[in-house]
């Protein structure tokens, strides 16, 4: 049966009032194109419900984890929310949530089509340090196109203070994480696709296929330094970036 996308839109949007976000019919069925388009159109509908759209994620930065997908390029969804550095959410606020340690990448120069690392730096003004918030709503793994359309995850996005990008080199920014004081993983920019400039010359290559472009004051979630990590009631999160700044997170105890 051929894809009909104003018609998946809409499944996808009705099955989101119901609290379903991973709609069985959809399992197995969807292209990654196709999964794109829903994404798109379900989000522009929340927009048009009042929500606004701030930014973009990209996903599946790390080569391992193509690789484990069968991916040959990362992903992407978009963001509509953002909280400040020591932001407590409540507990179960969120569904199954995580966190990822991320740079945010602020637009200063409109970007779109064929870009470079150059071209990336020149279009880019600012850095945030951030954590990325995630809720698992669905299988992720056993049903990534379906994931997709759910907009990749993505719940919202922590900021820290923003660093003008100047000079830094983003590829030997290390960022330590800890969680309730204990140090649980490290990681460098270069763990980004090499460099997280890599990220938004992707982005802007890969959004001219649905007609869109990265415009001044978006941001941009440029990958994961590290694995995902839970985030449970009574957690602390903290994560510096060297050179950055730091970001922190907590969900309450009760």
Request: with cysteine; hydrophobic share 45%; net charge negative.
């Amino acid at each position: 049966m051929p894809f009909d996308e104003q018609a998946a839109i809409e499944e996808f949007w009705a099955a989101r009032a119901r609290g379903e976000y991973f709609p069985r019919q959809w399992f197995d069925r969807l292209t990654l194109d196709e999964a794109y388009r829903i994404q798109l159109g379900v989000i522009a509908r929340r927009v048009a419900a009042g929500e606004r759209q701030i930014g973009w994620k990209v996903g599946l930065t790390a080569q391992p984890i193509q690789q484990q997908f069968g991916f040959h390029e990362p992903v992407f969804g978009c963001i509509l929310d953002s909280r400040p550095s020591g932001h407590m959410f409540r507990r179960d606020e969120l569904i199954r949530p995580g966190f990822e340690p991320e740079l945010c990448l602020r637009v200063g120069r409109a970007l779109s089509g064929e870009a470079d690392i150059a071209s990336a730096r020149h279009a880019i003004d600012a850095v945030y340090p951030s954590l990325e918030i995630i809720e698992t709503r669905g299988d992720f793994t056993a049903q990534i196109a379906v994931a997709m359309a759910d907009n990749a995850q993505q719940k919202t996005v922590i900021l820290g203070d923003p660093v003008p990008l100047g000079d830094l080199a983003l590829d030997a920014v290390a960022a330590t994480v800890r969680i309730n004081g204990n140090t649980v993983a490290t990681g460098r920019g270069d763990a980004v696709l090499g460099n997280p400039l890599n990220s938004v010359a992707w982005l802007a290559h890969k959004l001219r296929e649905f007609g869109r472009e990265l415009r001044p004051g978006d941001i941009i979630m440029s990958g994961s330094f590290t694995r995902q990590f839970p985030i449970a009631a009574g957690d602390r999160v903290t994560v510096e970036f060297s050179g950055v700044g730091e970001v922190r997170v907590g969900m309450a105890a009760g």
